[in-house]
Each structure stands twice: as structure tokens, then as C-alpha cells.
């Protein structure tokens, strides 16, 4: 029960998390958090495996075979929980990467357990390094545009032979547009507003029209008249 709480609180917090990125406006956001959100996942599953392969290698030891937990006394110095856990993880992430870890398989259950993991790791490493590429490489076409515009700018400004004064007035004029252009977000630069139906269409518009004609009194009265009316005028009336 304790596990099943767990696991509701986690999807409580992925929609927590979800409605907090829809304020953010920001792409620069939202693809670090998609890069924080792999690396998250690649952990857990990291945590997984280190408690499974010291849960295995525990059971062995119990029953009297030969497990990592109980050679070379890999626990003589330190043996707390704590410390048990943090070698099961260095083990786990080994396996994900090319260092190496002095504890190793010393049954066939673990072997079979470490054979299955670095198949399972392959696949996984593999697609999170195209992931976290992938997010990289986003982030650099983001500004890469404006950057060559930037630079096309001054290198027009100085062949021209105008003055620094005047030069920097025109970057931080460029650059103060740039902000407000991209903070702005019209209709024609979103193209899924094409996939929605005409009653979803005309839902948001009048949401979008309403705190603007609610200012005027007449407005405010005749919106509480008729509904059907009002909808017009949101939709139809106002462009």
C-alpha cells in the first residue's frame, strides 16, 4: 500500500509539474526540463537496478552460496545500509557507462542479472544520449537565426563607417524589438489553431474578447441580455 501511495504522489507531481511548464513561456525552459526530466528517469532506473542486484546478491548469501556481497571484503570497513546502497548504485551506473567497478557477478544468478542489465542499458543509454543531443542542438537553432543577423548588423554598420554611438542605439533598439517580438505570440505563427473545431474556435475567442469589451458599461449590461447575442459579437463582430 505504502508503494502504490508512493507511486500516486509521483504521478501527482508529473501533473503538478506539467501545469507549472504551461506558465513558462520560454522554449529555453521547456527543453531543459525535458533534459532534467531524462536525467531523472535514468536515475531511478539506476535505483531500481541497485536495489535488485543487492536484493539478489543478498538472497544468495543467505542461503549459503557465494555472492559480491560477502567477497573481497568489500564491506569490512564500512558495512551500513547507506554505504551498501552507494556501492549497488556505482555497480548500476556502471553499467550504463564505460567506467569500471571493482564488485562483479560471483554466482550465475548474477551473472544472468548483469548480462540482462547491459542489454537493457545499451538500449537505454543510447536513446538518452539522442535525447540530451537532440535538446542541445535545439537550443543552439534557437538563437543561431538572430546571431547571424546580429552579426550580419554590425559588420553592415561598420562598412557603413557609422558612429559606435549611433551603432548601439541601433543593437539595443534590435535587440529590445527581438524581446517584445518574442514574448508576442499571434495567431498566424500558431498552426494547430487550424485543427480546432468552430465551437472550440469561437470558445476561445470570446474568452480572449471578454476582459477587453467588459470595460464598457453598455457592453457589461448587454452581455448579461443574451448569451447568444454576445457570443456573436465576440466571434464575429470583433477581429
Known sequence: VTRVIRLLRLMKMQVLLDKLLERVDSEHVHIAADM????????????????AWHGLSTMARDTGGTAWVSSRGHFDVDNSLAYRYLTSLHWSITQFTPASMEVFPCNR???AFAVCVLLFALLVLSSF?????ASVT?????????????IALRKYLRRRG???????????????????????????????????SDQLRAEMTREICEPTLY?????????????????RLCTQAVR
Not at 544520449?129 to 543531443?133: C, F, H, P
Not at 527581438?178 to 487550424?194: G, P, S, T, Y
Open 129 to 133: 544520449l539522442s535525447s540530451i543531443t
Open 36 to 51: 532534467v526530466k531524462g536525467m531523472c528517469l535514468v536515475f531511478a532506473l539506476n535505483h531500481l537496478l541497485a536495489c
Open 162 to 196: 557609422i558612429s559606435s554611438t549611433l551603432s548601439l542605439r541601433i543593437m539595443s533598439y534590435v535587440e529590445w524589438k527581438r524581446h517584445n517580438e518574442r514574448n508576442e505570440v499571434r495567431d498566424a505563427d500558431v498552426l494547430l489553431l487550424n485543427a480546432l
Open 109 to 111: 544468478a548474477e551473472r
Open 138 to 150: 535545439q537550443l543552439r537553432q534557437l538563437n543561431w537565426k538572430h546571431h547571424r543577423q546580429v
Open 215 to 231: 470595460q464598457h458599461p453598455f457592453l457589461r449590461v448587454y452581455s448579461e441580455l443574451s448569451c447568444i447575442a454576445w457570443g
